[in-house]
């Protein structure tokens, strides 16, 4: 076959690029259209010849290539790309379909469409998008394994709404309204700051018991008192306690809480009896500090035990129907906003001739499939513009006055997954506006405080995923979202936002048949019980290869009960322990926080534990050998090579911010220079 490259190359390149984007490890391969005969495409499919497909002689191999005129991607045969229609196939999930290399056939197709536009073509009513240069980012994330996950065919989430940006705006409005009034409430009646990181576990609390369309805001649970928001107020009557470091700072904390205590069983509708035993202790508690004054810190912090023993219970009692109503009161708002979410969302969408389907889409045949990202049911409308601005390594995307940032390599690793991902827009056209949906939802869920979120996206060092996948065969990720996932398999809480990037969906509404999981699951109690619940099932149903690796904090003071499950759950095959300041977690603001702040060492020790079946077992055993290279590699001196492919990435991202700045005659003519030299 003809090509510019002077190699030899009998096999064609995997990589390409779609949508009118310049691949740039494909320029100096790809051939120029050779001689054909007068129409190349006159025994090719219909969908191919759409598709911009077209038949070509090679005179060096002697034998036909098939060349896309739109991508400049070659390959040698049809079977790569397209699975000829099926009878037994009615929803048309592998029919008819034009795939790129490496993917899997599997997949639902792309949604009918119109004939592709020319790349150069402006969107009618949009200024037209400029062409993405996407780089590769081998070795900062592994987006190119395959997984080795199989589900059973599910049809598209009828319940889900496509993101827009306007319905963002207006739910990040009210759920920051909504974090106010809980500081209030909290403030106003108990006296006490709302609990740190309460309102966001409030939050994963609900959306597990919650059967509502609205993806972010609680709206449709069986009861109106959340456990979990009710636990951290309770933990924070009458006064908030810290670990003091001093003799002195327990001694301010012993007093601080007897005094807290009673001056609230004198102010609240108490029992006589609850406030005979308060002040008695109270009392006791000050004639004691009176007599001690050179005491040391485990005498003042087990007098403070004491006290909350005898003061605890009346306190609790005390406060009961206060906290018990600012949870309702909690809940009852989310649900009004939620409402409010869900009218302006159908407002938008029937602006733009979209209704609400009166039929639901027929089931999805039952066979057996690799797992595909989430499809939404709903069509998406043509979305507002959304404007672009990369200054230095930082991308900043503005909409109507409201601007979302992420480092530009994390903007090129969502470049990735959109193109591995997404089937309704070929052309990018709604990228940017998807992206910037998605950053302001993570935005918003994280919340206000300058830390506030971190816990949640905290994500395990690539050395670590490394050594997963290389021994434990892991390719998908149970918790995770496009901004910190490693692989491009993974569930996350946003299903909505994040099937476009290629997330699976929520966690417990996932239900595979194989494969090797991690799971790193958000310090919630509600959802972690819920998960080893969920996993055991998967478990107990299933006669394949099925291996979950655990990720949780080792709290033992007291245990929580999701780790003690962990510990006795009859699919427990190898579980170890990482003493705490001897690993680290790589940020979970990775995609904005600077470089050097990336790592993060974990004040507690961290369980691993292994849950796998039979099968799972024969294939992933967690081998002596197995368990010490996974321990090897969360070591901190293993973040070195970590360090390494940061600073090789860092050259990739100023290449793509310098290329992205040149047009594309003049981004073909650099990188054949490159090549040639």
Sequence with gaps: MASTSSSNNSSLPSASSKHGDVDINMVALSPQPPQSPPDGSLELPAELVVAGWRKFWSRRENRHYYFNKGSGQSIWDLAQIYTPPSPSDPLGISAGTVHSPGTNPARPPFPPAEKRRPSGEPVPGQSPVKKIMLLPLSGYWDLETPSNVCIMERGPCVQLLPPHQEVEQLRARLVAKLRHQYQELCHQREGIEAPKESFNRWLLERKVKDRGNEPLLPSQCLTDISMSMYREIMNDIPVRLTKPKYSSDARKQLAKYAEAAKKMIESRNATKESRQIVKWNVEETFQWLRTQFGA????????????????????????????????????????????????????????????????APPPAPQRRVTCYPLQLYVPCPRLPKVDRVIEGETATLKFNGETVKVSVLYFQKLEHL????????????????????????????????????????????????????????????????????????????????????????????????????????????????????????????????????????????????????????????????????????????????????????????????????????????????????????????????????????????????????????????????????
């Design 296 to 359: 040391s810190c485990e005498a003042y912090l087990e007098r403070l035990a004491h006290l909350k023993q005898q003061c605890g219970p009346h306190l609790t009692e005390t406060a009961k129907s206060s906290v018990e109503n600012i949870c309702s009161k909690i809940y009852s708002l989310s649900c009004d906003y939620a409402a409010k979410v869900q009218q302006k969302h159908w407002e938008v969408l029937k602006e733009h001739g979209i209704e609400e389907a009166t039929e």
């Design 418 to 677: 959109y193109r591995h991902s997404c089937r309704d827009d070929q052309g990018f056209c709604n990228f940017l506006a998807r992206a910037w949906c998605l950053l302001r939802r993570y935005q918003t869920f994280f919340g206000v405080a300058p830390t506030e979120g971190n816990g949640l996206q905290g994500a395990l060092p690539i050395p670590v995923f490394q050594a997963l996948h290389k021994h434990f065969g892991v390719t998908f990720e149970c918790f995770a979202s496009p901004l910190n996932c490693y692989f491009r398999q993974y569930c996350s809480a946003f299903p909505d936002t994040d099937a476009y990037f290629g997330s699976r969906g929520p966690i417990l509404e996932f239900s595979p048949l194989t494969g090797s999981f991690e799971a790193n699951p958000p310090f919630c109690e509600e959802l972690m019980d819920a998960t080893i619940t969920h996993f055991e099932r998967l478990l107990t149903s299933s006669s394949e290869p099925l291996s979950f690796a655990i990720f949780t904090p080792d709290w033992r003071d007291p245990p929580i009960p999701f780790v003690l499950r962990l510990e006795n759950s009859r699919y427990n095959r190898k579980q170890v322990s990482v003493p705490p300041l001897k690993h680290e977690y790589r940020h979970g603001f990775q995609h904005v926080c600077p470089k050097a702040d990336m790592y993060q060492r974990s004040a507690h020790a961290t369980l691993v534990v292994f849950l796998q079946n039979d099968a799972g077992f024969s294939r992933w055993q967690p081998t002596d050998e197995r368990m010490h290279a996974l321990l090897d590699a969360y070591k901190p001196a293993s973040h070195e090579r970590d360090a390494e492919s940061e600073a090789n990435v860092t050259v990739v991202v100023k290449e793509h911010n310098r290329l992205n700045k040149l047009s594309d005659k003049e981004q073909l003519e650099r990188v054949a220079e490159a090549s040639n030299s």
